[in-house]
């Protein structure tokens, strides 16, 4: 058996899964998450899914990884109550304009009693952190105050949901924190973008451009908003973790204040970070996806290895040389199973691949004999054959890192081409239309662009995503839109 | 110095917690959920809770120990929505005369638009699981089909509310599983007892009885329910986990169906466990806590060691040597904190033990110089000297197995002699006023008990538990309230 081969041998057994990835994404990921039980539609609350043990194992594992993250940066886990009272989002004017037409509400108990106010089930929950932040925050010697929580949170989407990606029922871990000054608010945005690339782009392979929103694209009730933007295969961006510099727009409501060094009384720089996991997870399965199926960092794969007994029926001594094995590498802190069900090989190297498992280790009566296994790579769709004794360190020191190495490299290579500087409106129209993020010279990014974006948006369906948040770029010319002196570049992109 | 020795010098210091634990425990508890930073109950909406870093690192840790555990044992997770429509509450008459009473009721979203039907917030899941159920089990192939989700309910509780006792949201986990036949479910029973035995006993050393619960006292929708009981200090008994044989009671309305064998139809037999993280964290406090305030087993510990550096200012050699056990631990595995503070060695000393920390290590010029450290053990309150270079061989072979031991054997202990015997109602009177859980000769469980179940409620403020599940006891002479002949062994109880 040679070192690398290709799989040949299964290409005439039933094909579980084989959609077109990038030319039909849409069609693409709404059968991946059927056939690989990622969740289901069918609850019978609009807007609402059942996450299934497959999305949920490996969104625990990115919890994980971000809160292993915040963690090692200071921030200090809390729990808060799901509701707030209206009395509180009134606080805010521009949040409360912001998310109130997204807000479920409860407005009773029991055999219907009314409650005094009604009660948001939290969309977001600046407004309830912020009290308690005046409560426990005394002096300069407080700060920073860095806080996150992992939680659900509950939008009244008005627009088309789609599982994962928008529904009216989302995961995520939204940090907040307090400062003595805007600058030290400013230096968290830094890490919060830190954190980022160490999470998403390093560990989970999602290549994106962190961007400054426009003025009129903000979250409500912030100074300052940036956004991860990644690009989906339909070309359309699909935001992941965003930050947000809110200033002492909510210290002030809420009265957030500390006694300085000099005895003073001073209100509070806030700052928070949303990393929304179900989001990311979309973003995780659009990214690595192939034609055949889901493809997973070893990381957060549910299941990151499958062992599959080759002719047990013949030899007894496969399987037990499979429960071995796994029994080993469970001991190594691995997720791993053996598919000893009666389907055929075929059958199960298919479903498998389309569960997108990144190891896949075949043992059969050849391989005992010969004191060997084959291990096949998810991500390569190659073959290498090992001896048994060196499986922990291959896992280890090559499938561990060489995976997520590739899949990163791969998606940043796509992501790389996808992105295109336009000269002119009708060469932002094609780029747009081929399914690309566009570099534009724009007027401006503050309330006198909003006209231009708008007429983006009416006539080329995309959206002004802002100007790039990683490197400092200089217009040269006017806008593409109205043609006055373009004072930023922006990037446009069609949007989920 | 001697090998062990009385933590006698910080005597003088200034006390920062010291409360009659088993005098005054409804004091105790109150004052350390504020001294220990554990939840804060001044958040503006009534019954709801925000927990603070020092209760959720430890719950995170107990939810890690359930859900391996139930995992292990074939448990898939899963996120379900968190509203339910009212129409699904109608399917089980008794389900909906329990929980409808005590539902908060989303009713309308954004500026008041209205739902078609009423939303549940979920006090409990059947009704949105069984459902699912219908549409993903086919055929016994598919059974046993075991699931769980991690997720907080709601429950508007009309009785006064205690922080993590009883709260209007709290946090746990509920498994869902489904049976080809009753059998099998009552085996999941005890497969859920051994579960609490290596979750609740080994692990978090909490004493506690299974207690078959009386007919009028089942989980609304169960045909048996079994709750563990535990005992807090002023002897009143609070159940920790429950679980519950549902028959085909949910099975029916929701047509939870298999093709069995044979080809014909059947309906399964479900059933369901819920441990409540949140509840079973004050179980863990009110067991092991002392009048110092907290005691941590080491495995769920917020922070599991604390390093104090003494006189670090007369030598850099003391806080360099501090960072860099620190940094060895940390590499191992373990949560661990360096207390540089600038607070009198005596403070750090008392803040450590009131926030329990299983593991104190103190370093100064002296241990540097002789090449040791102190060790202090929260649990038993004892010094002792070791090598550094022996630290990690004395928390993996000492530290981790005998503090949960010693805890446990402790709470067995006092566990142990809170049962008592009761001959008549005199003496029953009696042991429930000294805090005791009372067993006795008790005429009847069934629907013909409930009158006197009754009589020792409104006599003697304490409630029928129901009888052992985890023996058989059987009765010698008539009920302690009516004096007809006992047919059953049943135990009596102040209640949380």
Same mark, same amino acid.
């Given at each position: ?5 290709? #799989? ?18 849409? #069609? ?14 069918? =609850? ?15 969104? !625990? ?5 971000? +809160? ?12 808060? @109550? ?14 409360? +304009? ?31 952190? =912020? ?21 659900? $949170? ?14 009216? %029922? ?12 805007? +600058? ?33 694209? *903000?979250?409500?009730?912030? $100074? ?7 690009? &989906? ?13 809110? /200033? ?19 209100? &509070? ?32 794969? @549910? $299941?990151?290895?499958?062992?599959? @007994? ?13 429960? *071995? ?18 389907? &055929? ?7 498998? !691949?389309?569960? /997108?498992?990144?190891?896949?280790? !075949? ?6 004999? %010969? ?12 073959? +290498? ?10 896992? !280890? ?36 239309? %081929? ?37 400092? #770029? ?20 069609? #949007? =989920?």
């Amino acid at each position: 058996m040679a070192k690398e081969k290709n #799989e040949k041998n299964s290409e005439n057994e039933k094909v579980t899964f084989n959609i077109d990835k990038d030319k039909n994404f849409s #069609e693409w990921f709404t059968e991946i998450i059927k056939a690989a039980e990622l969740a289901d539609i069918r =609850y019978n609350v609009k807007g609402f899914l059942v996450f299934q043990p497959w999305s949920v194992l490996s969104m !625990e594992s990115m919890y994980d990884l971000f +809160e292993k993250e915040l963690q090692k940066k200071g921030h200090k886990p809390y729990w808060y @109550p799901s509701l707030i009272p209206e009395s509180n989002f009134m606080l805010e004017k521009d949040h409360v +304009e912001g998310f109130a037409p997204e807000v479920f509400w409860v407005t009773e108990h029991g055999a219907g009693e009314k409650f005094e106010e009604r009660l948001a089930l939290r969309p977001t929950s600046e407004t309830a952190f =912020y009290q308690m932040f005046a409560l426990w925050i005394r002096s300069y010697r407080d700060l920073p105050f860095k806080t996150y929580q992992r939680a659900q $949170v509950w939008r009244y989407e008005t627009k088309a949901t789609r599982p994962f990606l928008r529904s009216r %029922e989302f995961y995520w871990i939204e940090t907040h924190n307090a400062f003595a000054s805007l +600058e030290d608010s400013k230096n968290q945005v830094k890490e919060d973008m830190e954190t980022t690339e160490t999470v998403l782009h390093q560990k989970l392979g999602v290549p994106y451009i962190f961007f400054e929103r426009p003025a009129w694209d *903000k979250f409500a009730g912030a $100074v300052s908003t940036f956004g991860a933007d990644t690009l &989906t295969p339909d070309g359309k961006t699909l935001q992941l973790p965003s930050t947000h510099i809110l /200033g002492q727009n909510f210290s002030k409501p809420f009265n957030v204040v500390f006694k300085d060094k000099d005895g003073s009384e001073k209100l &509070t720089y806030l700052n928070c970070y949303g990393p929304c996991i179900s989001r990311i997870f979309a973003g995780v399965i659009a990214t690595h996806g192939d034609n055949s199926g889901l493809v997973f960092p070893f990381e957060i794969a @549910p $299941v990151q290895i499958v062992i599959i @007994p080759i002719a047990a029926e013949k030899d007894p001594a496969v399987l037990k040389m499979a429960n *071995k094995l796994k029994d080993e590498l469970f001991e190594n802190g691995y997720r791993i199973e053996v598919d000893d069900s009666d389907k &055929t090989m075929g059958e199960k190297f298919y479903y498998w !691949e389309m569960k /997108g498992i990144p190891l896949r280790i !075949e043992i059969g009566p050849k391989e005992l004999k %010969e004191n060997h296994i084959v291990i096949f790579r998810r991500d390569t769709k190659k073959k +290498e054959v090992l001896n048994p004794a060196d499986l922990i360190d291959y896992i !280890e020191k090559t499938a561990k890192k060489e995976i997520i190495k590739n899949l990163r490299e791969r998606a940043d290579a796509k992501f790389k081409e996808k992105l295109k500087s336009a000269k002119d409106i009708e060469e932002l129209k094609k780029y747009l239309e %081929e399914r690309n993020l566009v570099r534009i010279n724009f007027c401006s990014l503050e309330k006198d662009g909003e006209e231009c974006a708008g007429i983006i948006e009416k006539t080329l369906t995309a959206k002004i995503r802002g100007k790039r948040a990683d490197i400092q #770029e200089n217009p040269s010319g006017n806008c593409v839109v109205c043609g006055k002196k373009a004072n930023v570049v922006a990037y446009a992109a069609k #949007e =989920y």
